[in-house]
């Protein structure tokens, strides 16, 4: 870690610009630059200066709302809706027959990473090629996700509408089913940019990816 990706200890004038810096339209430009910044260099050689600059705000400015980069980081999860969706699916209730709640899932999944393909394709890229904290944030949001799903089978299966399973490997089948059809979107098409949604073509391969999985547990 550089120097300028350290929060600084304090000094002449960091009181009054953290004082200048308060209000959410600056946060709001951190994240706008941070993902920009991160979308074309990565997450590893983008500094905090960086970002700094590219919002037109001090280092000071960037560590008053975010401790560190990787902080930053987790917020864009925030942010983009990501962290909020794996929340309420932690909370959601069963109701309705598997296969269309679990379907539902997935495809709320998908419509998520495809709002979201610049940032997740920083996200993905940063894990594969090994950096930490991209890395430990993807386990953290697939953790997440396959134990909310691992639930919501497990309440299937013992309201007998499932068949016994090891729920958390079903569940994490259902997460990566999803994640594939994504990541070969992403990669088979340009990549980049945002979409308002799936388009039906990929959304109707992780539908029928969803029965065939759900038709070998169903009792």
């Known amino acids: 870690m550089t120097a300028a990706d350290q929060s600084p200890a304090g000094g002449p004038g960091v009181r009054g610009v953290r004082k200048a810096r308060r209000g959410p339209l600056t946060r709001k430009q951190i994240l706008d630059a941070s993902l920009r910044l991160f979308s074309q260099r990565g997450f590893a050689r983008t500094s ?23 902080e930053l980081f987790e917020a864009l999860f925030e942010e983009r ?56 944030e993807y386990r953290r949001i697939v953790g997440r996700w396959a134990k909310a799903e691992a639930r919501i089978l497990r309440e299937y299966v013992e309201k007998g509408q499932l068949r016994d399973m ?47 999985l759900l038709r070998g547990l169903q009792t």
């Open 48 to 70: 905090v200066r960086d970002i700094a600059q590219a919002a037109g705000i001090t280092d000071a400015a960037i560590y008053y709302h975010f401790a560190s980069k990787r």
């Open 166 to 212: 090891d729920v958390d490997a079903a569940a994490r089948q259902l997460v990566l089913l999803v994640i594939v059809a994504f990541l070969d979107d992403v990669m088979s098409t340009r990549g980049g940019g945002r979409r308002d949604g799936a388009p039906e073509a990929l959304a109707g391969a992780v539908r029928r990816s969803v029965e065939c």
């Open 81 to 136: 809706g990501i962290t909020p969706a794996i929340a309420g699916l932690e909370q959601a209730s069963v109701a309705g027959p598997p296969l269309e709640v679990l379907t539902n899932i997935s495809l709320g999944g998908l419509d998520i990473m495809e709002r979201n393909r610049d940032f997740l394709r920083v996200a993905f890229t940063g894990a594969m090629g090994q950096d930490r904290v991209a890395t430990e």
